[in-house]
């Protein structure tokens, strides 16, 4: 089939790439030219693991092509989709000017019948806007060409986007026309050969699930976090209690996992977005007001743990901190718990020594030189007064505990996604604190 993608940030340049790994000839759009020449070259603009692999070899062998004419993905391709940003506004709603702008332009240079799909986050409702937009814009060239507007939700983790797109647990697909769907279905046929389900349902539908999605596994992990406070209080163990209700099948081990909170692209927004449309409709949702709140509170704990350590004084501390990226395999840090944790360090006037082995560039747009960032995990120990972990990049797992302890002024470590044990870490000398387990 013959696909055009408009957007090439995270959701676009993967989804764009499997398609054209599975024999398509798909065409990428973007308004940066730097970035398409960019990629041209080879040179990716985010860290996902498999994918510069993919786009070279699809690229070279002229299955994946870029261009920032969305014209001519308008002309060449039968099926185009929707892939640009949707960022919060101000009031926490989901910003639609790069989905309609790209409607618009769909509108002004179509000339036989589209499949337009939407696979950006959007509100419910936004199929209807698209298809206003896509028919302003015949009306005012006097051109009536068919077309069919399908909401088809991504459901990609960042760090496992290629499985998730390839080996999907299902694929849904919101749409009104039963030849749509049937085009829709050998599109993403390749994908669903372990008989993985295809679901079809209607628009709105489809743009509620996306959301609804994000915000049962965002609630999950609030509830975990916590939980694992109040395991603090009273005395409990954290990771028994996880034991106790994962084994649950109706609740399962993903996502409760303790930690410094969520972040990331999707969940944050998706919340703030969902609470929003409630409130439209004059419809509170209390639980996910509870789940952004309980969030917003989690990524404090780290600092908090720390600043009580050295009794409320961090002035003129040095603070290691591993981990910027929201989680391992990205380096993404767009609402990272590392933001904020580092941001109330440097209130509170400590000096801050980071590392982590993708997000540094990130970090750098972020900070600025008002932190230092180190090129190897145990430059950032030397000399610090605790390290802080907040990210769970493997390296980090089984570290040289003796180096740490010979490097650290003081034996302290604040482990902000409980890799390490408790008891062994007592027995090597450390102080140590981590979420929710009775230490």
Same mark, same amino acid.
């Given at each position: 089939m013959k696909i055009g993608v408009i957007g090439t940030g995270y959701v676009g340049l993967v989804t764009g790439t499997c398609f054209a790994e599975s024999g398509n000839d798909v065409i990428c759009v973007d308004t940066d030219e730097g970035k398409i020449d960019r990629i041209k070259r080879g040179e +990716?603009?985010?860290?996902?693991?498999?994918?510069?692999?993919?786009?070279?070899?699809?690229?070279?062998?002229?299955?994946?092509?870029? $261009?920032?004419?969305?014209?001519?993905?308008?002309?060449?391709?039968?099926?185009? +989709?929707i892939c640009v940003g949707t960022p919060p506004a101000k009031d926490g709603s989901a910003d639609l000017k790069y989905v309609l702008k790209v409607a618009h332009d769909i509108g002004t240079y179509m000339t036989s019948f589209k499949i337009v799909v939407n696979k950006s986050t959007v509100p419910v409702g936004t199929g209807d806007l698209v298809r206003q937009a896509i028919e302003e814009e015949q009306k005012r060239r006097g051109e009536d060409v068919p077309f069919d507007v399908v909401s088809n939700p991504e459901f990609l983790k960042e760090g496992n986007a290629i499985d998730d797109f390839m080996k999907p647990d299902r694929v849904v697909v919101g749409c009104d026309d039963p030849r749509t769907a049937e085009i829709m279905k050998e599109l993403y046929a390749p994908f669903v050969r372990t008989e993985k389900p295809i679901l079809i349902m209607g628009v709105r539908s489809a743009e509620m699930t996306k959301y609804a999605a994000n915000a049962m596994l965002a609630t999950k992990i609030s509830f975990i976090n916590d939980i694992a406070n109040l395991c603090e209080l009273v005395g409990a163990n954290v990771d028994n209690v996880r034991k106790g209700i994962g084994s649950d099948a109706r609740i399962g081990y993903q996502f409760i996992f303790p930690g410094a909170g969520y972040g990331g692209s999707c969940f944050p927004k998706d919340? @703030?977005?969902?609470?929003r449309t409630a409130g439209e409709h004059k419809y509170p949702l209390a639980i996910l007001q509870a789940v952004e709140e309980v969030n917003s509170r989690q990524k404090c704990v780290l600092f908090n743990?720390?600043?009580?350590?050295?009794?409320?004084?961090?002035?003129?501390? $040095?603070?290691?901190?591993w981990g910027l990226a929201?989680?391992?395999? $990205?380096?993404?840090?767009?609402?990272?718990?590392?933001?904020?944790?580092i941001g109330k360090l440097l209130?509170?006037?400590?000096?801050?020594?980071?590392?982590d082995p993708e997000a540094t560039n990130e970090g750098r747009k972020?900070?600025?030189?008002?932190?230092?960032?180190?090129?190897?995990?145990?430059e950032a120990?030397?000399?610090?007064?605790?390290?802080?972990?907040?990210?769970?990049?493997?390296?980090?797992?089984? %570290?040289?505990?003796?180096?740490?302890?010979?490097?650290?002024?003081?034996?302290?470590? +604040?482990?902000?996604?409980?890799?390490?044990? %408790?008891?062994?870490?007592? @027995?090597?000398?450390?102080?140590?604190?981590?979420?929710?387990?009775? @230490?």
């Open positions: +990716i603009p985010i860290f996902e693991p498999g994918l510069e692999e993919l786009v070279k070899r699809n690229f070279a062998e002229e299955r994946l092509s870029f $261009t920032t004419r969305i014209q001519d993905a308008v002309k060449r391709a039968l099926i185009l +989709i919340v @703030q977005a969902l609470i743990k720390v600043f009580k350590a050295f009794s409320g004084n961090l002035k003129g501390r $040095t603070i290691a901190v929201f989680k391992p395999n $990205t380096d993404d840090m767009r609402d990272a718990p590392a933001v904020v944790v209130e509170a006037g400590a000096k801050v020594k980071a590392y972020i900070f600025g030189d008002r932190i230092s960032y180190a090129k190897k995990s145990y120990v030397e000399g610090a007064d605790a390290l802080i972990v907040i990210t769970e990049w493997n390296e980090f797992r089984r %570290p040289d505990f003796d180096r740490i302890k010979a490097l650290l002024a003081r034996p302290l470590i +604040i482990d902000g996604r409980n890799l390490f044990d %408790p008891e062994r870490m007592k @027995q090597l000398g450390f102080e140590y604190h981590s979420i929710g387990r009775n @230490q």
